[in-house]
């Protein structure tokens, strides 16, 4: 029932075979290298959320905005007949500005209850403060 494939390389189609193998209810694709290619090829499978997982850790793939929205939207497209049972994803380690802010709040209209955990948005024309 839980999967954990954390830096394990698994690549994009170790993340497609586990997100299609049934009988999951926790999956860890933390820090694999997934990038932006990764989550744009996983979003479809992720539309309407998904019918085991509970909870989705994407944490630490380098994804950038574009593809996080893709992600985030897809999630929010509602299929037909599927009962998403996603209560937690994590995105952190990937980039969130305004972009991936809007497609949140467009995803939580559709499912109000999912915890999405990611990091603080990084806003346009900001540069993080460096640290003493």
Excluded: M, Y
């Amino acid at each position: 029932k839980n999967l954990d494939l954390t830096s394990t390389d698994c690549g994009v189609d170790g993340a497609k075979v586990a997100l299609t193998s049934g009988g999951l209810t926790t999956l860890r694709l933390f820090n694999n290298h997934l990038g932006s290619d990764g989550f744009i090829s996983i979003a479809p499978l992720l539309q309407g959320g998904h019918a085991a997982i509970e909870h989705l850790d994407l944490g630490g793939n380098s994804a950038d905005e574009d593809a996080v929205v893709a992600l985030l939207d897809s999630i929010a497209n509602v299929k037909e007949g599927l009962v998403n049972k996603l209560a937690v994803l994590e995105i952190g380690g990937n980039t969130f500005g305004d972009k991936a802010a809007e497609a949140l709040e467009r995803l939580k209209r559709v499912w109000p209850k999912l915890d999405v955990a990611h990091d603080k948005p990084v806003r346009e024309g900001e540069e993080e403060e460096e640290q003493d």
